[in-house]
């Protein structure tokens, strides 16, 4: 961590106080207020953490106004352009693009892990057919705390190291396993012969009467879908990964924790909600009747798809994730798809909008990404999954950034309380 260069002042009923502030590599100055309450016996109040560094981290930065991210200082879409998934997994992993030789130990330690535990196929069909395969992520996830217990010891090192690994590598064959339990196909084993994308997609739409030749095009889609969503700095579910991880939990509880956490529609579940909501306005004419909805402040209705916490001018992954669409749908021949051109005509008419424009609400990378695994023929319930499944890594990382930083303590947020004070207990009788 930096050495403080300036100091804050705090001035509360004529008492002043100093505290340090800090100046990260990038990005803004922060108040380290950490002896705040032991100084001055007040918290600060930061609902939803719009204002507050919860750790230092060397893994991802984020310049929301310049519309900039970056992995490890590597800007994603030359990630996205020039690297591939695992390649990326390994900078987040270990800081540092690997050599030829650390890459191919690398892929060949992740491929050798891919398949599950034959009798974690009983969780699966302990499941509805109609469960929601998130639902059943969270699940099946949580349990490889029951079934990989050399791996759990979170102060070793090599368990680690090897969680890592089996994390990375069987979340595909975990999401295609929900995929086919829902459409009462058998499982596909992985093959590892096939890269990482090639592999998931053969494990989604092979069937043992007919294999799936895994066409490159698709395949670099995928790959770069997974890159697109590897970290993304302390969002919601990395946050709630640290915090899980901060209680010493083991690995798979936190990423279940993660899982569970990117589900909502403010978050992972953003994409399966916007590609729902396209189907729903189902043609360009209706396009205005939504807009004004999302307008109307009685309304909940919001654009699934719009907006940012972070980025407030664009979102750099929507910008690789459009370009990959455009070629994923001329492979596909799909460009008079009525959702890809409702999808188009939605997003002019929004950024021609007012409303939009001075909220600062742009494209956000679930608009295009399901927009592309629709095509590929991805059900919208799978939306989600995959992106479980590809920032898995981005939780990872952080976990491990987390639990190898020695100052690392339990996370324990205080609160404003507004509630009753003490009073007495009443008998039923007498209330
Ligand atoms: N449609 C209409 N109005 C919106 C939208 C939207 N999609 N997003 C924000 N607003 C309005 C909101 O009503 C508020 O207006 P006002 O100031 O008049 O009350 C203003 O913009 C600021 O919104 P906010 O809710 O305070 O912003 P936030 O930073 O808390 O929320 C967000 C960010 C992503 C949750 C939100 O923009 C949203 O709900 N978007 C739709 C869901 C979505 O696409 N999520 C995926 C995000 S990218 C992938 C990921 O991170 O998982």
Same mark, same amino acid.
């Given at each position: 961590?930096?050495?403080?260069? +300036?100091?804050?002042?705090?001035?509360?009923?004529?008492?002043?106080?100093?505290?340090?502030?800090?100046?990260?590599?990038?990005?803004?100055?922060?108040?380290?207020?950490?002896?705040?309450?032991? =100084?001055?016996?007040?918290?600060?109040?930061?609902?939803?953490?719009?204002? =507050? *560094?919860? @750790?230092?981290?060397?893994?991802?930065?984020?310049?929301?106004? +310049?519309?900039?991210?970056?992995?490890?200082?590597?800007?994603?879409? &030359?990630?996205?352009?020039?690297?591939?998934?695992?390649?990326? @997994?390994?900078?987040?992993?270990?800081?540092?693009?690997?050599?030829?030789?650390?890459?191919?130990?690398?892929?060949?330690?992740?491929?050798?892990? =891919?398949?599950?535990?034959? &009798?974690?196929?009983?969780?699966?069909?302990?499941?509805?057919?109609?469960?929601?395969?998130?639902?059943?992520?969270?699940?099946?996830?949580?349990?490889?705390?029951?079934?990989?217990?050399?791996?759990?010891?979170?102060?070793? $090192?090599?368990?680690?190291?090897?969680?890592?690994?089996?994390?990375?590598?069987?979340? %595909?064959?975990?999401? *295609?396993?929900?995929?086919?339990?829902?459409?009462? &196909?058998?499982?596909?084993? $992985?093959?590892?012969?096939?890269?990482?994308?090639?592999?998931?997609?053969?494990?989604?739409?092979?069937?043992?009467?007919?294999?799936?030749?895994?066409?490159?095009?698709?395949?670099?889609?995928?790959?770069?879908?997974?890159?697109?969503?590897?970290?993304?700095?302390?969002?919601?579910?990395?946050?709630?990964?640290?915090? *899980?991880?901060?209680?010493?939990?083991?690995?798979?509880? @936190?990423?279940?924790?993660?899982?569970? @956490?990117?589900?909502?529609?403010?978050?992972?579940?953003?994409?399966? *909600?916007?590609?729902?909501?396209?189907?729903?306005?189902? =043609?360009?004419?209706?396009?205005?009747?939504?807009?004004?909805?999302?307008?109307?402040?009685?309304? $909940?209705?919001?654009?699934?798809?719009?907006?940012?916490?972070?980025?407030?001018?664009?979102? %750099?992954?929507?910008?690789?994730? +459009?370009?990959?669409?455009?070629?994923?749908?001329?492979?596909?021949?799909?460009?008079?798809?009525?959702?890809?051109?409702?999808?188009?005509?939605?997003? +002019?008419?929004?950024?021609?909008?007012?409303?939009?424009?001075?909220?600062?609400?742009?494209?956000?990378?679930?608009?295009?990404?399901?927009?592309?695994?629709?095509?590929?023929?991805?059900?919208?319930?799978?939306?989600?999954?995959?992106?479980?499944?590809?920032?898995?890594?981005?939780?990872?990382?952080?976990?491990?950034? &987390?639990?190898?930083?020695?100052?690392?303590?339990?996370?324990?947020?205080?609160?404003?309380?507004?509630?009753?004070?003490?009073?007495?207990?009443?008998?039923?009788?007498?209330?």
């Amino acid at each position: 961590m930096s050495e403080p260069t +300036k100091t804050a002042t705090l001035t509360v009923d004529g008492q002043s106080y100093e505290f340090p502030v800090l100046s990260p590599s990038a990005g803004p100055d922060v108040i380290d207020i950490r002896k705040l309450y032991g =100084t001055t016996g007040m918290f600060t109040y930061d609902p939803s953490f719009t204002s =507050t *560094a919860s @750790c230092d981290s060397t893994i991802t930065y984020i310049d929301g106004e +310049k519309g900039e991210l970056l992995h490890r200082g590597y800007p994603i879409d &030359q990630l996205a352009s020039k690297s591939h998934y695992l390649e990326v @997994c390994y900078l987040l992993l270990y800081g540092a693009l690997p050599d030829a030789a650390q890459l191919e130990d690398f892929e060949s330690r992740v491929t050798k892990h =891919t398949m599950v535990h034959e &009798q974690m196929h009983r969780f699966f069909t302990g499941f509805r057919r109609d469960a929601h395969p998130m639902a059943i992520m969270v699940g099946v996830v949580g349990a490889m705390s029951a079934f990989y217990h050399d791996s759990t010891d979170i102060n070793d $090192p090599w368990q680690r190291e090897v969680a890592s690994i089996r994390l990375i590598a069987k979340m %595909p064959t975990i999401a *295609a396993m929900a995929y086919k339990y829902t459409i009462g &196909q058998p499982f596909v084993y $992985p093959r590892n012969d096939l890269d990482y994308a090639s592999n998931f997609l053969r494990m989604c739409f092979a069937v043992p009467a007919e294999d799936y030749q895994v066409n490159p095009i698709l395949a670099r889609a995928m790959d770069r879908i997974f890159t697109l969503h590897a970290d993304h700095e302390q969002n919601a579910s990395t946050s709630t990964v640290r915090l *899980a991880s901060s209680s010493g939990a083991n690995p798979f509880a @936190c990423i279940a924790a993660g899982i569970a @956490c990117l589900w909502g529609p403010a978050h992972g579940g953003a994409n399966q *909600a916007c590609l729902e909501m396209l189907k729903e306005i189902g =043609t360009p004419d209706r396009i205005p009747e939504f807009i004004a909805r999302a307008k109307d402040k009685n309304d $909940p209705f919001r654009l699934m798809g719009f907006g940012h916490r972070v980025y407030k001018n664009f979102d %750099p992954r929507a910008t690789v994730m +459009k370009e990959s669409a455009d070629e994923v749908l001329e492979l596909l021949g799909v460009e008079d798809n009525p959702i890809l051109a409702t999808a188009k005509e939605l997003e +002019k008419q929004a950024l021609a909008d007012p409303y939009f424009a001075e909220k600062k609400l742009f494209p956000n990378v679930d608009f295009y990404s399901g927009v592309i695994l629709e095509a590929m023929g991805f059900p919208t319930s799978m939306f989600t999954p995959i992106f479980a499944l590809s920032r898995t890594v981005g939780w990872i990382s952080q976990w491990k950034e &987390q639990i190898e930083d020695p100052g690392m303590r339990i996370g324990r947020p205080r609160q404003l309380y507004v509630g009753e004070t003490a009073r007495d207990y009443v008998d039923v009788e007498n209330r």
